[in-house]
């Protein structure tokens, strides 16, 4: 009986080991490296984007300004994720950035520091959760603007890439959509 017991324990802690953490249990640092998490919007929509300053998508950031001024009072977050991995294109410091978005959208979203996206060993944690084989919406980023739409519940609604800009009808009814739901 002891043995069984062991057993179980020891299935029970592997099973619970394999749960995926949840999204705002990820630790982050905002833009001025400052640790966070997505704790603090907790029952908030939030819609993640991997930001480029150096991008043919980068005037999207104007797209994702006026969808937060838009939505933020009704509980939508926009929060930019600055990423080099795709072409180079975010080559700047954090002050770089921050100087770049506010001059040229007066971007007020949430953003924060500079990670990696693409699929590997330094693949950020959150990044890891979006794209991997625990998501409901796996695989890979493959540049940079890519939007991960995470519900009041904190888990990932539903996922659009580069190509889909900020106003186009298929994010904003997944946005519309988040924000009704409790």
């Given at each position: 009986?002891?043995?069984?017991?062991?057993i179980?324990f020891?299935?029970?802690?592997?099973?619970v080991?394999?749960q995926?953490?949840?999204?705002?249990d990820i630790?982050?640092?905002?833009i001025?490296?400052?640790?966070?998490?997505?704790?603090?919007?907790?029952?908030k929509?939030?819609?993640?984007?991997?930001v480029?300053s150096?991008?043919?998508?980068?005037p999207?950031?104007a797209g994702?300004?006026?969808?937060?001024n838009k939505?933020?009072a009704?509980?939508?977050?926009?929060?930019?994720f600055p990423?080099?991995?795709f072409g180079?294109?975010?080559?700047?410091?954090?002050?770089?950035?921050r100087?770049?978005?506010?001059?040229n959208y007066?971007?007020?979203f949430?953003?924060f520091?500079?990670?990696?996206?693409a699929a590997g060993?330094e693949?950020h944690p959150?990044f890891?959760a979006?794209?991997g084989?625990g998501?409901?919406?796996p695989?890979?980023?493959?540049?940079?603007f890519?939007?991960?739409?995470?519900?009041?519940d904190g888990k990932?609604?539903?996922?659009?890439?580069?190509?889909t800009?900020p106003?186009?009808?298929?994010?904003?009814?997944?946005i519309?959509?988040?924000?009704?739901?409790k």
């Open positions: 009986m002891k043995l069984v017991s062991v179980a020891a299935a029970l802690t592997q099973f080991a394999a995926p953490k949840p999204l705002a630790p982050l640092k905002d001025e490296g400052k640790a966070t998490s997505l704790k603090p919007f907790a029952g929509v939030l819609l993640l984007v991997n480029a150096q991008c043919g998508a980068t999207q950031y994702l300004q006026a969808l937060h939505y933020g009704r509980g939508l977050v926009v929060m930019g990423c080099n991995d180079g294109q975010e080559p700047g410091t954090a002050a770089e950035i100087q770049f978005c506010t001059a007066k971007v007020t949430p953003m520091e500079k990670v990696r996206i060993p693949q959150l890891a979006l794209t084989k998501s409901p919406l695989g890979p980023v493959t540049w940079n890519a939007k991960f739409l995470v519900g009041r990932l609604a539903a996922r659009f890439d580069t190509g800009e106003d186009e009808d298929g994010l904003v009814k997944a519309e959509k988040a924000l009704l739901a």
